[in-house]
Protein backbone atom coordinates (compact mmCIF):
# COMPACT_ATOMS: atom_id res chain seq x y z
CA UNK A 1 0.00 0.00 0.00
CA UNK A 2 0.94 3.72 -0.44
CA UNK A 3 0.27 6.29 1.56
CA UNK A 4 0.85 10.11 -0.20
CA UNK A 5 0.68 13.73 1.12
CA UNK A 6 1.32 16.48 -1.07
CA UNK A 7 2.79 20.35 -0.18
CA UNK A 8 3.47 23.14 -2.14
CA UNK A 9 -0.08 24.57 -2.91
CA UNK A 10 -0.79 28.55 -2.59
CA UNK A 11 -1.80 31.34 -4.09
CA UNK A 12 0.33 33.02 -6.91
CA UNK A 13 -0.20 35.62 -9.31
CA UNK A 14 -0.98 34.84 -12.76
CA UNK A 15 2.75 34.13 -14.77
CA UNK A 16 3.93 32.64 -10.94
CA UNK A 17 5.57 29.54 -10.56
CA UNK A 18 4.85 26.69 -7.88
CA UNK A 19 6.58 23.58 -7.12
CA UNK A 20 4.01 20.87 -5.85
CA UNK A 21 5.94 17.38 -3.75
CA UNK A 22 4.19 14.12 -3.25
CA UNK A 23 5.90 11.72 -0.88
CA UNK A 24 5.15 8.50 -0.55
CA UNK A 25 4.94 5.48 1.88
CA UNK A 26 5.42 1.93 1.03
CA UNK A 27 7.25 -0.28 -0.35
CA UNK A 28 5.41 -0.19 -3.81
CA UNK A 29 6.27 3.72 -4.11
CA UNK A 30 9.70 3.23 -6.69
CA UNK A 31 7.53 0.79 -8.85
CA UNK A 32 4.53 2.33 -9.25
CA UNK A 33 3.48 4.80 -12.27
CA UNK A 34 2.81 8.31 -10.37
CA UNK A 35 0.84 11.55 -11.92
CA UNK A 36 -0.47 14.22 -11.11
CA UNK A 37 -4.45 14.91 -11.12
CA UNK A 38 -6.53 18.44 -10.33
CA UNK A 39 -9.99 19.59 -10.18
CA UNK A 40 -11.22 22.54 -10.43
CA UNK A 41 -14.85 23.44 -8.57
CA UNK A 42 -17.85 21.83 -10.77
CA UNK A 43 -15.32 19.87 -12.68
CA UNK A 44 -14.28 16.13 -13.32
CA UNK A 45 -10.86 15.58 -11.90
CA UNK A 46 -8.08 15.62 -15.10
CA UNK A 47 -4.77 14.25 -15.37
CA UNK A 48 -2.26 16.97 -15.49
CA UNK A 49 1.20 14.68 -15.83
CA UNK A 50 2.45 11.45 -15.52
CA UNK A 51 5.32 9.55 -15.47
CA UNK A 52 6.68 6.18 -15.50
CA UNK A 53 8.03 4.24 -12.42
CA UNK A 54 11.75 4.64 -13.42
CA UNK A 55 11.16 8.13 -14.69
CA UNK A 56 11.74 7.50 -18.49
CA UNK A 57 8.72 8.70 -19.78
CA UNK A 58 6.79 11.35 -19.02
CA UNK A 59 2.62 12.45 -19.99
CA UNK A 60 1.35 15.47 -19.88
CA UNK A 61 -2.15 17.10 -20.70
CA UNK A 62 -2.30 19.46 -23.81
CA UNK A 63 -3.31 22.29 -21.38
CA UNK A 64 0.33 22.50 -19.36
CA UNK A 65 2.75 21.11 -22.55
CA UNK A 66 5.52 23.57 -22.00
CA UNK A 67 4.59 25.05 -18.79
CA UNK A 68 5.01 22.00 -16.10
CA UNK A 69 7.37 19.40 -15.28
CA UNK A 70 6.72 16.26 -13.48
CA UNK A 71 9.93 14.43 -12.00
CA UNK A 72 10.53 11.83 -9.65
CA UNK A 73 13.27 10.58 -6.96
CA UNK A 74 12.87 6.92 -5.97
CA UNK A 75 15.57 7.37 -3.58
CA UNK A 76 13.28 10.02 -1.43
CA UNK A 77 9.80 8.32 -2.28
CA UNK A 78 9.44 12.03 -3.84
CA UNK A 79 7.43 13.11 -6.99
CA UNK A 80 7.20 16.64 -8.21
CA UNK A 81 5.29 19.16 -10.12
CA UNK A 82 6.72 21.93 -11.07
CA UNK A 83 4.64 24.55 -12.80
CA UNK A 84 5.90 27.65 -14.12
CA UNK A 85 3.66 30.26 -16.28
CA UNK A 86 0.83 30.22 -14.01
CA UNK A 87 -2.79 30.89 -15.57
CA UNK A 88 -5.88 31.36 -13.42
CA UNK A 89 -7.01 28.61 -15.33
CA UNK A 90 -5.13 26.22 -13.34
CA UNK A 91 -6.70 27.30 -10.07
CA UNK A 92 -7.55 23.24 -8.45
CA UNK A 93 -6.81 21.14 -6.26
CA UNK A 94 -3.77 19.00 -7.27
CA UNK A 95 -3.68 15.68 -6.37
CA UNK A 96 -1.15 13.12 -6.16
CA UNK A 97 -1.90 9.40 -7.57
CA UNK A 98 -0.23 6.32 -7.74
CA UNK A 99 -0.77 3.29 -9.91
CA UNK A 100 0.08 -0.19 -9.16
CA UNK A 101 -0.97 -3.05 -11.16
CA UNK A 102 -4.09 -1.48 -11.90
CA UNK A 103 -5.01 -0.03 -8.21
CA UNK A 104 -5.22 3.54 -7.66
CA UNK A 105 -3.64 5.51 -4.41
CA UNK A 106 -4.39 9.30 -3.80
CA UNK A 107 -3.28 12.25 -1.49
CA UNK A 108 -5.88 14.58 0.08
CA UNK A 109 -4.85 16.83 -2.13
CA UNK A 110 -3.26 20.96 -2.59
CA UNK A 111 -4.71 23.90 -3.46
CA UNK A 112 -3.49 25.79 -5.98
CA UNK A 113 -5.31 29.39 -6.57
CA UNK A 114 -3.99 31.83 -9.26
CA UNK A 115 -4.93 35.12 -9.27
CA UNK A 116 -5.35 37.46 -12.47
Known amino acids: QVQLVESGGGLVQAGGSLRLSCVGS????????MNWYRQAPGNERELVAG????????KYADSVKGRFTISRDNAKNTVWLQMNSLEPEDTAVYYC?????????WGKGTLVTVSS
Open 97 to 105: NANFEGVNY
Open 26 to 33: GSIFSVSA
Open 51 to 58: ITRGGWST
